[in-house]
């Protein structure tokens, strides 16, 4: 999908012109394009008649496919989604490498949260206080105020 496209897209589902964005989406989710996917992942049709449950299950097959396609905010939303428990049982194993991946697909704010948790040893992340510090640098390093604020408190504990 090209960018122009994207951004018209992203517009569309600020504004909530969500069957306008569909129609726009629709020859791109038929190609199987990972951008599409991601973007259909986050809302529902009131045309559609689709329940609760049918939209967990369709928007999380979407980003495992967005994911699966190098769509970075897919794999994070992954790795939250795991995390967390939401849409799915908690599962730290699925969490730790939806993090990994949205990592490898230059994710910087992953690296704050699952930096996070593995330097803590939270929400069932087995502890790392190594590999949690260095991507909590890396996150502060390319930005994140989150970590920034973290590292200071973890500085100052010693």
């Keep these: 999908m090209e960018n122009q496209i994207k951004q018209h897209a992203e ?6 012109d969500l069957e306008e964005l569909y129609a726009l989406l629709s020859p791109y989710l038929e190609q199987g394009d990972p951008y599409a996917q991601f973007l259909y992942s986050s809302f529902s049709l009131e045309s559609t008649n689709e329940s609760e449950t049918e939209f967990e299950e369709r928007s ?5 496919n967005a994911s699966e396609g190098g769509i970075a905010e897919a794999s994070y939303r992954l790795g939250v989604i795991y995390l967390y428990g939401d849409f799915v ?4 194993n699925s969490s ?5 991946r949205a990592i490898a697909q230059g994710h910087s704010h992953s690296k704050f949260t699952y930096g996070f948790s ?10 790392d206080k190594a590999r949690g510090l260095k ?9 994140n105020e989150l970590a920034v604020e ?3 408190i973890i500085y100052a504990k010693g």
């Design 89 to 92: 049982e908690t599962n730290s």
């Design 118 to 127: 593995l330097y803590y040893g939270s929400s069932g992340v087995n502890q």
């Design 135 to 143: 991507l909590l640098e890396e996150a502060a390093k390319e930005g």
């Design 60 to 64: 999380m097959q979407l980003l495992i």
């Design 150 to 152: 973290e590292l200071k």
């Design 96 to 100: 730790s490498e939806y993090f990994e």
């Design 11 to 16: 517009t569309l589902l600020d504004n909530g």
